[in-house]
């Protein structure tokens, strides 16, 4: 099911207690984005973050949560949860290594997958009944000559990208390789640019890498992950949303955002991930959200 984006309208700033009890009146699901909006970096939890769902749960509110990241596996960010002590089921958590997962299986398809990405992704494909190769340091050896007579496995059938601090020129080389054929299949979990952090540090994000293997290919992916329509489809097939009394909750514009809106759901923006409110100025209209708030803390003023 894919919504038309709504009329381009002004965000609305949350700001008190009946604009808050307003919006969550209006909705039966929140979909939460994760790092930037629950937490920042690896284990900074955002403030409050945990009494906030569960503060929606005692309200009856169904609660997903729909991350871009494909480093964890789902039984990897429900001990994340726990660690942060933010309530959680695994059957709640939909990362966009799970979804490459889901979308290869609901192809039908059975065979060998090449990853550039790590454990994560891979035991989600491998628990969908597929074997993965490729995973782990790939570090490139030789000359030209060598190069050029790389084995390659005859039955690969399929190449997933995601995240991978493994990342090198041979994993490149290889993934474009099996991705000459035409009939390999070709996903990417997300095109995310970097991820969200408190310091100067810039860290690339999953698109940096899916971006050297398309070009090396000369092909473009499937993108699973936010604001794809997959990704959608995959937390629909469980939970049957009614998008329009759903509201995703998210810090990056051009994915939280647009997924909302692409499929008719309400959007929350809040200010502690990647996008800042001086951004709102010059968006383009898929990408206004229709509220924003500083934290998603701000919703217990609703209580």
């Known amino acids: 099911m894919s919504g038309k984006t709504a009329p ?27 790092d930037g909006v629950l937490w920042v970096g690896n284990a900074d939890p955002v403030s409050q973050a945990a009494q906030t769902i569960d503060y929606l749960r005692t309200l009856g509110k169904k609660i997903c949560f729909v991350t871009n990241n494909s480093s964890k596996s789902r039984n990897e960010y429900l001990k994340k949860f726990q660690t942060l002590k933010i309530s959680a089921h695994k059957d709640e958590i939909y990362t966009s290594g799970y979804v490459a997962a889901h979308y290869l299986s609901k ?96 860290i690339p994000g999953t698109g940096c890498i899916v971006a050297a293997v398309k070009v090396g290919a000369e092909r473009e992916p499937i993108v699973v992950g936010k604001p794809n329509k997959p990704m959608f489809d995959c937390i629909t097939e469980s939970t049957q949303l009614d998008p329009s009394r759903t509201l995703m909750v998210g810090d990056r514009l051009n994915t939280d955002i647009l997924f909302g809106r692409q499929f008719g759901m309400k959007t929350l923006l809040v200010l502690t991930g990647i996008s800042k409110e001086s951004d709102l100025h010059n968006a383009p209209p898929d990408l206004i959200p229709d509220f924003y708030t500083e934290s998603v803390a701000n919703m217990l003023l609703a209580k």
Request: charged content about 20%; hydrophobic content about 40%; aromatic content about 8%.
């Open 107 to 202: 192809m039908g398809y059975t065979g060998k997958v090449y990853l550039v990405c790590v454990t994560g992704t891979q035991y989600e494909i491998e628990a969908m009944g597929m074997k993965c190769i490729g995973v782990g340091p790939a570090p490139l050896e030789g000359k030209l000559e060598d190069w050029i007579n790389e084995p390659l496995e005859s039955d690969v059938g399929a190449v997933v990208v995601g995240y991978d601090n493994h990342i090198s020129y041979l994993k490149i080389m290889r993934a474009a390789s099996y991705l000459n054929d035409p009939a390999c299949i070709f996903i990417a979990t997300n095109e995310d640019s970097r991820l969200p952090t408190k310091g100067k540090v810039v």
């Open 8 to 34: 381009n309208r002004s965000p609305n700033k949350l700001e008190n207690a009946g604009q808050w009890r307003s919006l969550i009146a209006s909705i039966d699901t929140v979909l939460f984005d994760c």
